[in-house]
């Protein structure tokens, strides 16, 4: 405000208007409070699984008593608001001194910002992981490690065992097998396997397909298609969508109108004899439905004689803000989270595959799960067309359910994706 | 805009013997702006200030969520084509579709109960109130109930399979040709307590003296609606005309919660907004990478399209409301 009053403008109103201006200017500036309690730093995390709340909270609980001089606040934002709730915050210095990051193209927006720090040197554990993850964590210019892993997620068949036993089935071995025991289920008023990508969830079916692909495409098709030597049109994925089709029959009822949620729910509740998934869902299913007896195989392939492969991938990483409040703290916590402990306390909790393998599982399904990683190719229109825009996944996911009901062509649907990648994508750069 | 009003020497009537003198003090036109400043420094600071940046951020390229070089029209090419020009079309159109239904079935229902309500008078106040009540719902609320309603075995299905109408789920949000329409009765049937007090009000002004002349002059009510209500009623259409085209092209929320920010089933219900949060927030189910000077060029358009829009349509129905009166 201008100090010298004009003289004709009465005292009250300056005054006031002055007073208004002034809370106005404070409101603005306001910062958000630094949160110390007890005399500890507290070191603020940000992640999008709302559902690991709990989980995190014991994890970080048993690294608090053996490093009494750190608070860590666990804070979880759902998925649809993440990305943006994160950049806005990074840009504006107010983010947190953790964060969950997203992995392959999805993490580059963040560290082309400048918004994120490499962890090369600060967290010396990540030199000694696998190549396949780390190319979830690195810059693809400078080729820099931006995060400490938590899970190498894998895809493949849940498979409810009690339905199974009650119906004399055992685990398909090939593809023949997997529909006669469908039918078996279907005539036995079982919903053979649940599905849905209705209302914007066919991320979902994405999801089936990377553990369906594999059976059709192989585990070679990745690095040729990286090399640029095939495109989605080669007839070996052409037919790893059409499998998709031709499971219809057996997909929940309704299926077109049946989102991913409800899908879950009826193999939660045991309406449904399998689902077909990421091993995300290992914790979720167990921890909503504690009695459910399941189990887990890759998709099955078609000649007896072949292995079955599962699709892989980096679901995420932690990485550290560059103007993070509590740098030292927060770098304490990334390098307790590279560790076997830490890796072996989410496994425990969760039930997700870690990102280490010096581990012991004691989770049967996870001893599932840990058997078909052995056999792994990375998820190909995730780790592979993901790196700029339009994605593989803006053309598949969104053509999901109509390619399904018959109303698109795989072949069409495969060309769509060639002809929108093809605007950015160059062969041995990613 | 200036405060100072000029004092007249009559009003034409008689003319007074000295004019009182008003001297016009400038300290009230300083008062005023002290007032306003407080609003003003808001709505600069959080309306014009970012509109004029995301105006000139449009012709900028971004890479990562800053603005790296200065690439003039570059965006808006992009915009218009290859497949994002198929998906802007796509959505303007489903806009369009969005507004005519809720600007023709929204305000003709709306015209219709309200002037049933009109005729019934004080005693019906109890409907009044029960068709507005999905308006004080927030939109995502209101969607998330359809889709429970809608669900696949769920209420409306049990309901019909049950009396044997259907034999099969519905599927109404994952079928490409009846998502939308869906998707618009819903905002409708979640708006529809708008028009019906916006014309309910427009009614209520009007002397009823002509509502009894014409009662006493025979006309039966089908053409005292439309030869006498609608027209009086003109200046509330214009109102709502105006506000159904705004919320129709910024139709977001329900789409959102339906049928998340892909407007699905294969962009059946993709509005220029939710097609515009992909490009600049990416999508839910990590579908994509975000491409910021592409929504820019989008929010830019879109904001350069409403304002002129609006703009004529409010000119041209002040103009017919003058010839009117």
Redesign the interface.
């Given at each position: 405000m201008n100090a010298t009053r004009?003289r004709?403008?009465?005292r009250r109103?300056?005054v006031?208007?002055a007073l208004?201006?002034g809370s106005?200017a404070v409101s603005?500036t306001a910062c958000s409070p630094g949160g110390d309690t007890d005399g500890s730093t507290t070191v603020t995390i940000w992640s999008w699984r709302t559902e690991d709340q709990a989980a995190m909270d014991r994890i970080f609980d048993s690294f608090e008593n053996e490093h009494p001089e750190i608070t860590v606040d666990f804070q979880t934002i759902p998925?649809?608001e993440y990305?943006?709730r994160v950049?806005t915050a990074l840009?504006g210095g107010q983010g947190p001194d953790i964060v969950q990051l997203?992995a392959y193209?999805?993490l580059?927006?963040?560290?082309?910002?400048?918004?994120i720090e490499p962890l090369d040197e600060l967290v010396p554990e990540l030199d000694s992981l696998p190549d396949t993850t780390k190319a979830g964590l690195r810059g693809i210019e400078d080729g820099n490690l931006y995060g400490v892993p938590y899970s190498i997620v894998n895809t493949g068949v849940f498979y409810n065992k009690e339905i199974f036993t009650a119906n004399a089935l055992e685990v398909p071995q090939t593809y023949d097998e997997l529909i006669a025991a469908s039918q078996t289920l279907l005539d036995a008023g079982v919903i053979p396997i649940a599905a849905g990508g209705?209302?914007?969830?066919?991320?979902?079916l994405?999801m089936a397909l990377a553990a369906v692909a594999p059976s059709q495409i192989g585990p070679e098709f990745y690095d040729e298609a990286m090399a640029g030597k095939v495109d989605f049109t080669d007839p070996r994925y052409v037919a790893a969508l059409q499998r998709m089709v031709d499971m219809l029959p057996y997909y929940?009822?309704?299926?077109?109108?049946?989102?991913y949620t409800?899908a879950t729910q009826q193999f939660i509740g045991g309406d449904a004899a399998m689902f077909i998934g990421g091993s995300y869902e290992n914790g979720s299913f167990a921890s909503q439905n504690p009695d459910l007896d399941f189990g887990f195989f890759p998709y099955p392939v078609d000649d007896p004689a072949d292995t079955a492969y599962t699709s892989s991938f980096v679901d995420g990483s932690y990485g550290l803000p560059v103007d993070a409040e509590h740098r030292d703290a927060a770098i304490e916590v990334l390098n307790f989270m590279a560790t076997a402990e830490f890796a072996q306390m989410f496994m425990d909790e969760l039930g997700w595959p870690p990102a280490r393998d010096d581990v012991e599982p004691k989770n049967p399904v996870l001893l599932d799960m840990m058997a078909a990683m052995k056999n792994q190719t990375p998820y190909l229109t995730?780790v592979g067309f993901?790196?700029?825009?339009?994605?593989a996944?803006?053309?598949l996911?969104?053509?999901f359910?109509?390619m399904i009901m018959g109303?698109?062509a795989p072949q069409s649907v495969a060309e769509?994706m060639t002809?929108?990648v093809q605007?950015w994508f160059t062969p041995n750069v990613y | 805009m200036s405060t100072d009003t000029v004092a007249t020497e009559s009003d034409g009537t008689e003319p007074m013997p000295k004019p009182r003198k008003r001297t016009v003090r400038r300290a009230h036109g300083l008062a005023g702006w002290a007032f306003l400043l407080p609003a003003l420094l808001v709505y600069v600071i959080f309306l014009v200030y970012p509109m004029i940046r995301s105006l000139l951020g449009s012709l900028w390229d971004w890479r990562g969520m800053r603005a790296q070089s200065f690439t003039g029209l570059d965006n808006f090419t992009r915009l218009f084509s290859g497949q994002n020009a198929d998906l802007v079309t796509n959505a303007f159109w489903h806009n369009v579709l969005w507004f005519i239904g809720v600007l023709v079935v929204q305000n003709m229902i709306g015209l219709l109960l309200a002037y049933i309500l009109f005729v019934r008078g004080a005693r019906w106040t109890f409907f009044q109130n029960w068709f507005f009540f999905p308006a004080i719902l927030s939109p995502v609320l209101v969607g998330a109930l359809w889709r429970l309603i809608l669900t696949p075995d769920g209420p409306l299905d049990g309901v019909l399979m049950g009396m044997g109408i259907t034999s099969e789920p519905l599927t109404l949000l994952g079928n490409g040709s009846t998502a939308l329409w869906v998707l618009i009765a819903v905002d409708i049937w979640n708006w529809i307590g708008l028009p019906i007090l916006v014309f309910l009000a427009g009614l209520n002004a009007l002397n009823p003296e002509i509502f009894e002349a014409a009662r006493l002059d025979g006309a039966s009510s089908g053409r005292t609606l439309f030869q006498i209500a609608v027209p009086l009623v003109t200046p509330s259409v214009t109102t709502l005309a105006v506000l159904s085209f705004i919320n129709s092209f910024n139709q977001f929320d329900i789409v959102y919660v339906m049928q998340g920010v892909q407007g699905g089933p294969n962009f059946a219900t993709d509005t220029l907004v939710t097609f515009f949060y992909r490009l600049a927030f990416g999508a839910q189910g990590s579908v994509g990478i975000t491409d910021v000077g592409l929504a820019m060029a989008l929010g830019a358009i879109l904001f350069i399209f409403m304002t002129a829009v609006s703009g004529m349509a409010l000119r041209f129905f002040n103009k017919r409301a003058e010839m009117i009166q």
């Amino acid at each position: 405000m201008n100090a010298t009053r004009p003289r004709h403008v009465p005292r009250r109103l300056a005054v006031g208007a002055a007073l208004v201006a002034g809370s106005l200017a404070v409101s603005l500036t306001a910062c958000s409070p630094g949160g110390d309690t007890d005399g500890s730093t507290t070191v603020t995390i940000w992640s999008w699984r709302t559902e690991d709340q709990a989980a995190m909270d014991r994890i970080f609980d048993s690294f608090e008593n053996e490093h009494p001089e750190i608070t860590v606040d666990f804070q979880t934002i759902p998925d649809a608001e993440y990305q943006n709730r994160v950049s806005t915050a990074l840009q504006g210095g107010q983010g947190p001194d953790i964060v969950q990051l997203k992995a392959y193209g999805e993490l580059q927006p963040l560290i082309d910002a400048a918004l994120i720090e490499p962890l090369d040197e600060l967290v010396p554990e990540l030199d000694s992981l696998p190549d396949t993850t780390k190319a979830g964590l690195r810059g693809i210019e400078d080729g820099n490690l931006y995060g400490v892993p938590y899970s190498i997620v894998n895809t493949g068949v849940f498979y409810n065992k009690e339905i199974f036993t009650a119906n004399a089935l055992e685990v398909p071995q090939t593809y023949d097998e997997l529909i006669a025991a469908s039918q078996t289920l279907l005539d036995a008023g079982v919903i053979p396997i649940a599905a849905g990508g209705a209302n914007g969830t066919s991320w979902a079916l994405e999801m089936a397909l990377a553990a369906v692909a594999p059976s059709q495409i192989g585990p070679e098709f990745y690095d040729e298609a990286m090399a640029g030597k095939v495109d989605f049109t080669d007839p070996r994925y052409v037919a790893a969508l059409q499998r998709m089709v031709d499971m219809l029959p057996y997909y929940s009822p309704g299926f077109q109108g049946v989102d991913y949620t409800t899908a879950t729910q009826q193999f939660i509740g045991g309406d449904a004899a399998m689902f077909i998934g990421g091993s995300y869902e290992n914790g979720s299913f167990a921890s909503q439905n504690p009695d459910l007896d399941f189990g887990f195989f890759p998709y099955p392939v078609d000649d007896p004689a072949d292995t079955a492969y599962t699709s892989s991938f980096v679901d995420g990483s932690y990485g550290l803000p560059v103007d993070a409040e509590h740098r030292d703290a927060a770098i304490e916590v990334l390098n307790f989270m590279a560790t076997a402990e830490f890796a072996q306390m989410f496994m425990d909790e969760l039930g997700w595959p870690p990102a280490r393998d010096d581990v012991e599982p004691k989770n049967p399904v996870l001893l599932d799960m840990m058997a078909a990683m052995k056999n792994q190719t990375p998820y190909l229109t995730h780790v592979g067309f993901k790196w700029q825009s339009p994605t593989a996944s803006s053309v598949l996911q969104p053509a999901f359910v109509d390619m399904i009901m018959g109303k698109v062509a795989p072949q069409s649907v495969a060309e769509q994706m060639t002809e929108a990648v093809q605007e950015w994508f160059t062969p041995n750069v990613y | 805009m200036s405060t100072d009003t000029v004092a007249t020497e009559s009003d034409g009537t008689e003319p007074m013997p000295k004019p009182r003198k008003r001297t016009v003090r400038r300290a009230h036109g300083l008062a005023g702006w002290a007032f306003l400043l407080p609003a003003l420094l808001v709505y600069v600071i959080f309306l014009v200030y970012p509109m004029i940046r995301s105006l000139l951020g449009s012709l900028w390229d971004w890479r990562g969520m800053r603005a790296q070089s200065f690439t003039g029209l570059d965006n808006f090419t992009r915009l218009f084509s290859g497949q994002n020009a198929d998906l802007v079309t796509n959505a303007f159109w489903h806009n369009v579709l969005w507004f005519i239904g809720v600007l023709v079935v929204q305000n003709m229902i709306g015209l219709l109960l309200a002037y049933i309500l009109f005729v019934r008078g004080a005693r019906w106040t109890f409907f009044q109130n029960w068709f507005f009540f999905p308006a004080i719902l927030s939109p995502v609320l209101v969607g998330a109930l359809w889709r429970l309603i809608l669900t696949p075995d769920g209420p409306l299905d049990g309901v019909l399979m049950g009396m044997g109408i259907t034999s099969e789920p519905l599927t109404l949000l994952g079928n490409g040709s009846t998502a939308l329409w869906v998707l618009i009765a819903v905002d409708i049937w979640n708006w529809i307590g708008l028009p019906i007090l916006v014309f309910l009000a427009g009614l209520n002004a009007l002397n009823p003296e002509i509502f009894e002349a014409a009662r006493l002059d025979g006309a039966s009510s089908g053409r005292t609606l439309f030869q006498i209500a609608v027209p009086l009623v003109t200046p509330s259409v214009t109102t709502l005309a105006v506000l159904s085209f705004i919320n129709s092209f910024n139709q977001f929320d329900i789409v959102y919660v339906m049928q998340g920010v892909q407007g699905g089933p294969n962009f059946a219900t993709d509005t220029l907004v939710t097609f515009f949060y992909r490009l600049a927030f990416g999508a839910q189910g990590s579908v994509g990478i975000t491409d910021v000077g592409l929504a820019m060029a989008l929010g830019a358009i879109l904001f350069i399209f409403m304002t002129a829009v609006s703009g004529m349509a409010l000119r041209f129905f002040n103009k017919r409301a003058e010839m009117i009166q």
